[in-house]
């Protein structure tokens, strides 16, 4: 595989060469590592991590800073996949000053790109950041920093919804986004988008004819206990990890752990002169020699 660094510009190719997009949400440095050694095209640090992280109830309390945080941890795996941060709630909508201000931080932290979630509504922004310089990709369908307003359903279930979705995303491509994340959105009307688009299309919980899918690491990996209807799991990594820690708690409780490989030993001259040292400090102050 080549270790040449992914940009938005690859992924546009890899639409026109009819290859797939492979991206997947990481939040920290293994993350990272792991999944630039499985050879994802993407990593997005998502808001996600308010939920899958820190154990929030939606992705509306995430920070700035607690993004920054995450994206810190997965920069320093230096990965060749493209770096998306993702902006959490009310770090873009207010203003395009905002919103640049903000999205150039994460830039200049290293981040190859932004995500930013809304359709018609925040094209203006998509515009001040890509003027900036900034490669920012669109986020329509389910938006769950909206969840309050437009609830958290599937998307696209009518035609007069299928169409809003649709409106969305080719304002945001006109806005000069790189790319898209459809959510849970039904597969028709993803499948619509994506014949539409220039750029690439990559879906969570929106069928299979996107040009690329994203996972959410946690639930993908199996540590999310709840996950979303539309998920797959990979691997059973909360019952990996349980069964690890019940069974260490069990050998140390019984003595089994630490075996002779976890720890190590004093020559026995230096022993003897030890027991020395403490049988005189025991008989009063040692004197303690220079070298
Ligand atoms: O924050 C996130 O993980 C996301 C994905 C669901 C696309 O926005």
Sequence with gaps: MSREKVTPYHFLKLKREGKRIVMVTAYEHVHAKLADEAGVDGILVGDSLGMVVMGYRSTLPVTFREVAHHLRAVLSASPRALVVADMPFLTYEVSREEAIRNAGRYVKMGADAVKIEGGAEVVDKVEAMVKAGIP???????????????GMRVRGKTAEDGLRVFEDAKALEEAGVFSVVIEFTTAEVAAEVTRALRVPT???????????????????????????????????????????LASYAEEVRSGAFPERAHYFTMKPEELGRLEE?????RAGPVERSSG
């Design 136 to 150: 920012v990709m669109g986020h329509v369908g389910l938006n769950p920093q909206r969840y309050l307003v437009l």
């Design 202 to 244: 990559i879906c969570i919980g929106s069928g299979p004819q996107c040009d690329g899918q994203i996972l959410v690491f946690h639930d993908l990996v199996g540590l999310n206990v709840s996950p979303p209807p539309f998920v797959k799991r990979y691997a059973e990594g909360y019952e990996v990890f349980r069964r690890a």
């Design 277 to 281: 040292l403490l049988g005189k400090r």
